[in-house]
């Protein structure tokens, strides 16, 4: 039973192409008409057997049936869908011609007929077609009529009445079939209607959703420099570095001041990104003294925004594991570059991240950045959203063997102001 089901179902969509779905109902219901003609032939060959008297003749004419649906398949697994239609209603004319004329007269075979403009209106979207094979079924009707006079009664057979049931059928059928399509095409607006309302809702909930994801991220981030700033405060009040300590403190208002207007933003002007720098690194500057020197430059990064606060934790992190470790002048570089893409290099002298490795081990910690793993997240969905250009690498310098430092390529999106 599955065996047939399987061959059914592969006879029926016979011809079904991804580049021909608006027709796909039509090409299902010719086959389905291939189907049940072939069917009816073999039931009606079987009984010819037992009780037709002219036998031969009836095969001959289903042997042609049967070499017009292989040849209408055929046609339709090759997408000559317009060709195999015609195909099928002219052989049914003829057959139903055959039929009621020499093999089977006098049984009103003739009434086949009105089916025929029936089928071509729902198989072919031509009304002039339709109505060319409705005229020509009502010629095939009635001219036998006048040819062969004693076949029939005489009232059964007025033109004006068969052709009035011709165009009556077809005209009830068409009116219906244009409400149909009516419908059809209301219901296939309202269903692009709907998928766009629910693409449209999907990527406001992933927009929102980032946004969310961001802003907690970046919330987490706060809280961790902070903490981190004011351990630095501490230092040189236990110091008794009491001018250090005042400029700390008014550097640190400043940071964070503009830390928390920048947190609830996307993107900011890259302009207000080196300034919130520069605050940071002269805070730094502070904690390390004179053995500490920085560099910002930037090149063709003009009326650009930079996403907020994304460039802070990878200086913190070549800070603490590269130059806080390192003895004699510790140098840090920071380039921000606009070609087709945003580059920002962050380059150290410091001990390297294998060396930074083992004094992590030899101090029992394997600590790394909150706030780095938090900025790979973030980077992360702003992949997703701007695409696969974003996100950073790490390159490790050497020289002759001996490490020279560390390189942080950071690959961000932007927006251009004009």
């Known amino acids: 039973m599955t065996k047939i089901k399987r061959l059914y179902k592969q006879l029926i969509n016979?011809?079904?192409?991804q580049d021909n779905m608006v027709e796909h109902k039509r090409i299902r219901l010719l086959n389905a008409f291939c189907l049940t003609w072939f069917v009816f032939l073999i039931s009606f060959t079987a009984f010819d057997y037992f009780f037709a008297e002219t036998l031969i003749e009836g095969l001959?004419?289903?042997?042609?049936?049967?070499?017009t649906i292989m040849s209408i398949v055929f046609l339709q697994k090759h997408k000559k869908l317009l060709l195999a239609r015609i195909l099928f209603i002219l052989v049914l004319?003829?057959?139903?011609?055959?039929?009621?004329?020499?093999?089977?007269?006098?049984?009103?075979?003739?009434?086949?007929?009105?089916?025929?403009?029936?089928?071509?209106?729902v198989l072919i979207d031509n009304k002039w077609m339709t109505l060319l094979i409705m005229v020509l079924c009502w010629g095939l009707y009635y001219i036998p009529f006048v040819i062969t006079t004693d076949l029939y009664p005489e009232k059964m057979m007025y033109p004006v009445p068969i052709l009035s049931i011709f165009v009556g059928t077809y005209v009830i059928l068409n009116y219906s079939q244009s409400l149909n399509r009516k419908k059809e095409i209301e219901l296939n607006k309202s269903r692009q209607d709907l998928e766009v309302a629910y693409k449209e809702l999907e990527l406001s909930k992933k927009n929102e959703l980032a946004f969310l994801q961001l802003k907690s991220l970046k919330s987490q981030m706060n809280p961790h420099f902070i903490f981190n700033s004011l351990n630095s405060i501490q230092d040189l009040i236990l110091q008794q570095n009491t001018d250090s300590s005042y400029d700390y403190v008014v550097l640190f208002s400043q940071l964070v001041r503009n830390t928390l207007n920048y947190s609830n933003k996307n993107f900011i002007a890259i302009d207000k990104e080196l300034e919130f720098l520069e605050i940071y690194l002269q805070l730094e500057k502070l904690r390390f003294e004179d053995d500490f020197t920085y560099t910002i430059q930037h090149t063709?990064?003009?009326?650009?925004?930079?996403?907020?606060?994304?460039?802070?934790?990878?200086?913190?992190?070549?800070?603490?594991h590269g130059l806080l470790h390192k003895a004699g002048k510790k140098q840090l570089i920071i380039d921000f570059t606009f070609t087709d893409h945003l580059l920002c290099t962050i380059t150290d002298n410091g001990i390297g991240r294998k060396?930074?490795?083992?004094?992590?081990?030899?101090?029992?910690?394997?600590?790394?950045?909150?706030?780095?793993?938090a900025i790979q997240q973030r980077l992360e969905i702003l992949k997703e959203q701007y695409g696969t250009a974003v996100g950073y690498q790490v390159f490790d310098l050497y020289d002759n063997g001996y490490a020279t430092g560390t390189k942080v390529e950071i690959r961000m999106p932007f927006q251009k102001k004009y």
Do not use: D, W
């Open 14 to 17: 016979t011809g079904i192409y």
């Open 60 to 67: 001959k004419v289903r042997f042609f049936s049967f070499i």
């Open 93 to 121: 004319i003829f057959v139903i011609f055959v039929f009621a004329n020499f093999v089977e007269p006098s049984i009103l075979m003739e009434n086949f007929y009105f089916l025929c403009p029936l089928i071509a209106l």
């Open 300 to 320: 063709n990064t003009e009326g650009l925004s930079v996403p907020s606060l994304i460039v802070q934790p990878f200086i913190e992190n070549a800070l603490i």
């Open 355 to 373: 060396e930074a490795k083992k004094i992590q081990a030899r101090q029992g910690g394997s600590h790394e950045s909150f706030a780095l793993e």
